[in-house]
Protein backbone atom coordinates (compact mmCIF):
# COMPACT_ATOMS: atom_id res chain seq x y z
CA UNK A 1 0.00 0.00 0.00
CA UNK A 2 3.07 2.22 1.05
CA UNK A 3 4.70 1.85 -2.26
CA UNK A 4 1.34 2.67 -4.42
CA UNK A 5 1.38 5.83 -2.10
CA UNK A 6 4.89 6.44 -2.86
CA UNK A 7 4.41 5.95 -6.59
CA UNK A 8 1.23 7.89 -6.95
CA UNK A 9 3.07 11.46 -5.40
CA UNK A 10 5.70 10.83 -7.81
CA UNK A 11 3.98 10.54 -10.77
CA UNK A 12 1.76 13.76 -9.59
CA UNK A 13 5.40 15.65 -8.52
CA UNK A 14 6.31 14.38 -12.15
CA UNK A 15 3.47 15.73 -13.74
CA UNK A 16 3.75 19.21 -11.95
CA UNK A 17 7.38 19.32 -12.64
CA UNK A 18 6.36 18.96 -16.50
CA UNK A 19 3.34 21.51 -16.37
CA UNK A 20 5.90 23.90 -14.92
CA UNK A 21 8.37 23.17 -17.39
CA UNK A 22 5.88 23.68 -20.34
CA UNK A 23 5.00 27.00 -18.93
CA UNK A 24 8.38 28.44 -18.54
CA UNK A 25 9.84 31.42 -16.77
CA UNK A 26 8.01 34.14 -19.12
CA UNK A 27 4.50 33.14 -19.10
CA UNK A 28 2.19 30.51 -19.61
CA UNK A 29 2.50 27.93 -21.90
CA UNK A 30 0.68 28.81 -25.39
CA UNK A 31 -1.13 26.35 -27.20
CA UNK A 32 -0.22 25.20 -30.55
CA UNK A 33 -2.69 27.39 -32.18
CA UNK A 34 -1.79 31.03 -30.19
CA UNK A 35 1.60 30.01 -31.67
CA UNK A 36 0.25 29.47 -34.65
CA UNK A 37 -1.82 32.56 -34.74
CA UNK A 38 1.22 35.17 -33.27
CA UNK A 39 3.37 33.57 -35.95
CA UNK A 40 1.28 34.71 -38.48
CA UNK A 41 0.99 37.74 -37.16
CA UNK A 42 4.58 38.50 -37.32
CA UNK A 43 4.55 37.05 -40.45
CA UNK A 44 1.51 39.67 -42.25
CA UNK A 45 2.65 42.96 -40.20
CA UNK A 46 6.71 42.64 -40.42
CA UNK A 47 6.23 45.37 -43.33
CA UNK A 48 4.22 47.69 -40.68
CA UNK A 49 7.65 47.95 -38.38
CA UNK A 50 7.38 51.36 -39.25
CA UNK A 51 4.09 53.50 -39.17
CA UNK A 52 4.50 54.97 -42.20
CA UNK A 53 4.38 51.63 -44.40
CA UNK A 54 1.15 51.12 -42.15
CA UNK A 55 -0.51 54.94 -43.31
CA UNK A 56 0.32 53.74 -46.96
CA UNK A 57 -1.39 50.50 -46.57
CA UNK A 58 -4.68 52.26 -45.34
CA UNK A 59 -4.45 52.51 -41.30
CA UNK A 60 -4.75 55.38 -39.37
CA UNK A 61 -4.11 56.30 -35.82
CA UNK A 62 -7.37 56.15 -33.87
CA UNK A 63 -8.11 57.82 -30.20
CA UNK A 64 -4.47 58.40 -29.13
CA UNK A 65 -2.87 55.98 -26.58
CA UNK A 66 -5.07 53.53 -25.12
CA UNK A 67 -3.93 52.77 -21.24
CA UNK A 68 -5.41 50.36 -19.04
CA UNK A 69 -8.43 50.85 -16.12
CA UNK A 70 -6.09 49.30 -13.92
CA UNK A 71 -2.16 48.17 -15.23
CA UNK A 72 -0.60 48.62 -18.30
CA UNK A 73 -1.97 49.59 -22.31
CA UNK A 74 -2.39 48.67 -25.53
CA UNK A 75 -0.72 51.49 -27.01
CA UNK A 76 -1.75 53.44 -30.04
CA UNK A 77 -4.33 51.92 -32.54
CA UNK A 78 -3.53 52.41 -36.20
CA UNK A 79 -6.82 50.76 -37.36
CA UNK A 80 -8.00 49.96 -41.32
CA UNK A 81 -11.85 51.05 -41.21
CA UNK A 82 -12.43 48.85 -44.41
CA UNK A 83 -11.31 45.99 -42.74
CA UNK A 84 -13.04 46.88 -39.43
CA UNK A 85 -16.61 47.20 -41.30
CA UNK A 86 -16.17 44.74 -43.65
CA UNK A 87 -17.56 41.94 -41.28
CA UNK A 88 -14.75 39.73 -42.08
CA UNK A 89 -11.89 37.87 -39.82
CA UNK A 90 -8.76 36.85 -41.77
CA UNK A 91 -5.74 36.26 -39.81
CA UNK A 92 -3.98 37.50 -42.90
CA UNK A 93 -5.52 41.29 -42.64
CA UNK A 94 -5.33 42.89 -38.98
CA UNK A 95 -8.22 45.62 -38.17
CA UNK A 96 -5.87 47.29 -36.07
CA UNK A 97 -1.94 47.70 -35.47
CA UNK A 98 -1.05 48.35 -32.06
CA UNK A 99 2.15 50.74 -31.55
CA UNK A 100 3.57 51.80 -28.08
CA UNK A 101 5.24 55.47 -27.72
CA UNK A 102 8.86 54.82 -26.75
CA UNK A 103 11.79 56.80 -27.16
CA UNK A 104 10.29 59.38 -29.34
CA UNK A 105 9.37 56.63 -32.52
CA UNK A 106 6.31 54.37 -32.24
CA UNK A 107 7.01 50.88 -31.59
CA UNK A 108 5.21 47.57 -33.15
CA UNK A 109 3.90 46.11 -30.43
CA UNK A 110 0.63 43.99 -31.72
CA UNK A 111 -2.66 43.42 -33.21
CA UNK A 112 -6.20 43.52 -32.83
CA UNK A 113 -8.94 42.02 -34.68
CA UNK A 114 -12.00 43.20 -34.60
CA UNK A 115 -15.42 42.87 -36.52
CA UNK A 116 -18.30 44.82 -35.61
CA UNK A 117 -20.70 42.50 -33.30
CA UNK A 118 -23.78 43.40 -35.33
CA UNK A 119 -22.39 42.35 -38.68
CA UNK A 120 -20.83 39.40 -37.07
CA UNK A 121 -24.32 38.00 -34.92
CA UNK A 122 -26.02 38.67 -38.40
CA UNK A 123 -24.05 35.65 -40.50
CA UNK A 124 -23.54 33.92 -37.62
CA UNK A 125 -24.54 31.64 -34.74
CA UNK A 126 -21.43 31.82 -32.10
CA UNK A 127 -19.05 34.41 -31.57
CA UNK A 128 -15.93 34.74 -33.50
CA UNK A 129 -12.79 32.68 -33.13
CA UNK A 130 -9.36 32.69 -35.21
CA UNK A 131 -7.23 29.80 -35.79
CA UNK A 132 -8.49 28.86 -31.96
CA UNK A 133 -8.61 31.69 -30.38
CA UNK A 134 -12.11 32.82 -28.92
CA UNK A 135 -12.72 36.97 -29.09
CA UNK A 136 -14.13 39.08 -26.18
CA UNK A 137 -17.04 41.36 -26.56
CA UNK A 138 -17.84 44.86 -26.18
CA UNK A 139 -20.84 46.20 -25.70
CA UNK A 140 -22.26 49.89 -26.31
CA UNK A 141 -21.72 52.07 -24.92
CA UNK A 142 -17.99 51.66 -24.67
CA UNK A 143 -14.77 53.86 -24.57
CA UNK A 144 -14.38 54.10 -27.94
CA UNK A 145 -17.78 55.84 -29.17
CA UNK A 146 -18.48 52.42 -31.32
CA UNK A 147 -20.84 50.08 -32.12
CA UNK A 148 -20.51 46.75 -29.89
CA UNK A 149 -18.08 44.50 -31.26
CA UNK A 150 -15.72 41.52 -31.01
CA UNK A 151 -11.72 41.85 -30.70
CA UNK A 152 -9.04 39.46 -29.75
CA UNK A 153 -5.67 40.96 -29.27
CA UNK A 154 -2.31 39.58 -30.60
CA UNK A 155 0.69 40.23 -28.59
CA UNK A 156 2.83 39.27 -31.04
CA UNK A 157 5.51 41.44 -31.14
CA UNK A 158 6.24 42.48 -27.23
CA UNK A 159 5.49 39.73 -24.92
CA UNK A 160 2.67 40.06 -22.17
CA UNK A 161 3.20 38.31 -19.19
CA UNK A 162 -0.83 38.09 -18.63
CA UNK A 163 -0.89 35.97 -21.74
CA UNK A 164 -0.60 36.70 -25.53
CA UNK A 165 -4.22 37.24 -26.03
CA UNK A 166 -5.28 39.38 -22.93
CA UNK A 167 -6.23 43.03 -23.54
CA UNK A 168 -3.63 44.94 -21.73
CA UNK A 169 -0.34 44.69 -21.62
CA UNK A 170 1.30 45.74 -18.24
CA UNK A 171 4.65 45.83 -20.51
CA UNK A 172 3.22 49.01 -22.85
CA UNK A 173 2.91 52.19 -21.75
CA UNK A 174 1.36 55.48 -22.80
CA UNK A 175 4.29 57.76 -20.96
CA UNK A 176 6.12 58.41 -24.26
CA UNK A 177 3.07 59.66 -25.99
CA UNK A 178 2.98 63.61 -26.58
CA UNK A 179 -0.87 63.61 -27.68
Not at 27 to 35: E, F, R
Request: proline share 8%; charged share 15%; hydrophobic share 45%.
Amino acid sequence: MKIRQSLALVLVALTLAACATAAGHHGPAVPASGAALAEEVRRVTSGFVDPAAARKAGYAPFLGCVSGPQEGAMGIHFVHGDLVGDGVLDASRPEALMYEPRDGKLHLVGVEYIVLAEAWNAKHKSPPMLMGQSFHYTGTPNRYGIPAFYALHVWAWKPNPRGMFVDWNPHVSCEGHAG
